[in-house]
């Protein structure tokens, strides 16, 4: 501290002060008034904020003068249990909840082993985690592809989902226009456009964390299996005929694998697990028997004809190819054998399916000249 030309430490004030009886002014404001406005700031956007972030922005920004302690007191009273997650540092996240059987559910595309020509496709409900459809193919982008899985799905069960939650992008329009037109007389709050919901892949939780499911076993060993058969230079990602041959000899076996695990799936129990609201139980039990939990089936009954339904699948849909292979790749594989195509070289285990592929991909490459 400079004073004409002295200068004086700090520790030589604070015992002047103590002796002289130097106090500052007691002008705090009143704690009412303190808590009021840390409820206004909650609400603006400020609720994570610790008792010290706390008490300089009140002192800082708003005019107002208050003590540490006072603050802490206030934000204890007001919200306890984030004070102490804060102490513990832990990170309070939010909880996915859903009401009831078809209140949401979440469709999506796995693109995982699309760099070999495999595209799997699925649906999940958000209340029972029960899988609705999953299916591997060709494709999961072509939106007509999506709505033939949809409308098989509002055909077999002859009820309408409350609300269809999918990612952004054109594959999920011609689903979308669907799901919205299906639903556009029931005349609840979420009918008509707020019955499909789109955003980002990271708020379509349910249907993600099933990838993550599917990831450590089914996906990790196909993905190694035709990355060896690509080292080891008998199959080119780049060439159309091998891709065509990867479908046509493995996608049975993989399909097969999918209802499998679909099936063991829908029957097997979900555990419960803390700080997340779900029930837990058989995800068939769950979806089927929702009156058992305290809930219903939140979907609408259909409105419309089944032959209506047929009407737009033919107008609006498409299947996948047999095979799951071009028509011009099938050509190929009758003219290679003289035999039905969609009969020929069907795979009964992994053994058969590579000794078929490697037939079929010298027979390819004795044609293309790669050999």
Not at 31 to 56: C, H, P
Not at 94 to 102: A, E, H, K, L
Not at 194 to 207: D, H, K, L, P, V
Not at 260 to 269: A, C, K, P, S, V
Request: hydrophobic share 35%.
């Amino acid at each position: 501290m400079l004073c004409h030309g002295t200068f004086v430490s700090v520790s030589t004030i604070k015992p002047m002060k103590r002796r002289l009886g130097l106090r500052r002014r007691q002008n705090h404001n009143p704690t009412f008034l303190v808590q009021e406005k840390i409820l206004e700031l909650r609400v603006e956007g400020y609720a994570n904020l610790d008792n010290r972030s706390m008490w300089r922005l009140l002192n800082s920004q708003y005019n107002l003068t208050v003590t540490q302690e006072t603050v802490r007191f206030c934000l204890r009273a007001i919200d306890s249990v984030c004070v102490e997650s804060r102490r513990r540092h832990r990170l309070r996240r939010r909880s996915y909840f859903n009401s009831g059987p078809n209140y949401l559910i979440h469709i999506d595309g796995y693109d995982k082993l699309k760099s070999y020509g495999i595209a799997i496709h699925g649906d999940i409900d958000g209340y029972s985690r029960r899988i609705l459809w999953l299916k591997a193919g060709p494709s999961n982008n072509n939106p007509t592809y999506i709505a033939k899985f949809y409308l098989n799905f509002v055909k077999e069960s002859r009820r309408i989902p409350r609300v269809l939650r999918a990612d952004a992008g054109t594959k999920n329009v011609i689903v979308r226009d669907l799901q919205i037109a299906l639903r556009f007389d029931h005349g609840d709050a979420m009918s008509e456009l707020r019955s499909f919901s789109t955003g980002r892949s990271t708020g379509n939780q349910r249907i993600e964390r099933l990838w993550r499911n599917r990831s450590e076993s089914f996906t990790s060993f196909w993905r190694n299996k035709f990355a060896y058969l690509r080292d080891a230079d008998i199959f080119c990602t780049a060439e159309p005929l091998h891709i065509g041959c990867i479908r046509y000899c493995f996608l049975p076996l993989i399909r097969s694998q999918l209802q499998e695990f679909m099936e063991t799936w829908n029957e097997h129990r979900v555990r419960r697990q803390r700080q997340i609201q779900a029930h837990t139980g058989v995800p068939n039990v769950l979806y089927f028997q929702p009156q058992m939990f305290g809930t219903f089936d939140y979907s609408f009954p259909l409105q419309c004809s089944v032959e209506t339904l047929d009407e737009l699948a033919v107008e609006y849909s498409e299947e996948w190819p047999i095979r799951r292979c071009s028509e011009e790749f099938l050509e190929l594989i009758r003219y290679f054998t003289g035999e039905e195509s969609t009969l020929f070289l069907i795979p009964q285990d992994m053994n058969e399916a590579l000794q078929n592929f490697c037939v079929l991909i010298y027979m390819c490459d004795s044609i293309t000249g790669r050999i």
